[in-house]
């Protein structure tokens, strides 16, 4: 809900600047299911302060080599530059899992689900491209992946913000002061390639997506905003893999 401070600039003389760019928002952004979010982790490199606990957690000591991404990449990322990458035919992925707080609103059946769901578009999006193995070995890339922080869209509000039309403007209005649409969900993930054998850590990256003001996540179930998040997740690991390898997909 906008706070009145933030309807008055539809009054006066500011209404011709914020119509224009509410409509430029919905043109940019009226077929996206997801839409980039800044993780704290990528808050705490721009001001200084230390990772969470999630990050150093997951990546360990790797933690460290995360710098921001480039636009329109995952907020904070990590590439070795001396990696021979063209080696890594194979991907061992490895069960995805679920971080969240002791206190976490997410039940362990929905946990289960999410995790589930991610693991089995990673594994469709990369079999693709790669050979999907079980266990280590020569030219194998280890694939380890988080899904954390997720949370639920309100779907009868979801459908309305996106779809009528007064709404939607005002949505969209919303999402200019606070970077975020109303009523949607959310999801972080983090992600870890390593040598299956040496272990050596070869890729890393942390990225957070939200509900975006396309009519595919109006529709959606409230998880749909997250597994939409999955779902682009799944195919940008799997380009990026292929870019760093210089090589096209086996379907183009």
């Known amino acids: 809900m906008i706070k009145k401070a933030q309807v008055r600039t539809f009054t006066g003389i500011g209404v011709a600047l914020t119509l224009a760019a509410v409509l430029t928002a919905g043109l940019m952004a ?17 001001t200084g302060g230390s990772l969470p606990e999630n990050v150093t957690s997951f990546f360990g000591a790797n933690a460290s080599k995360l710098a921001p991404g480039p636009e329109g ?24 899992e679920f971080w969240d707080s002791a206190d976490s609103k997410v039940s362990a059946s929905d946990q289960q689900t999410l995790s589930s769901y991610f693991y089995n578009v990673l594994q469709t999006d990369l079999g693709k491209n790669f050979t999907i193995v079980n266990q280590p070995g020569p030219g194998v ?36 002061v606070t970077g975020s649409y109303a009523f949607v969900g959310s999801a972080e ?22 509900g975006g003001a396309g009519l595919k996540g109006a529709a959606s179930f409230q998880w749909g905003d997250s597994e939409n998040a999955m779902d682009y997740w799944a195919q940008k690991i799997n380009s990026r893999l292929l870019e760093v390898q210089g090589r096209q997909p086996a379907n183009s």
């Open 30 to 46: 009226g077929c996206s299911t997801t839409v980039e979010s800044k993780p704290e982790a990528a808050k705490a490199l721009e």
């Open 73 to 96: 990449g995952a907020a904070l990322v990590y590439i070795d530059p001396n990696v021979q990458w063209s080696q890594y035919t194979k991907i061992q992925l490895m069960p995805v």
């Open 141 to 176: 890339l280890t694939l380890r992946v988080a899904l954390m922080n997720a949370t639920t869209a309100t779907p009868g509000l979801r459908s309305i913000s996106v779809i009528v039309p007064q709404a939607k403007v005002i949505n969209m209005a919303q999402s200019l």
């Open 189 to 210: 993930a983090e992600m870890m390639a390593t040598d299956s054998v040496t272990g050596a850590f070869l890729a890393g990256a942390v990225d957070q997506r939200a």
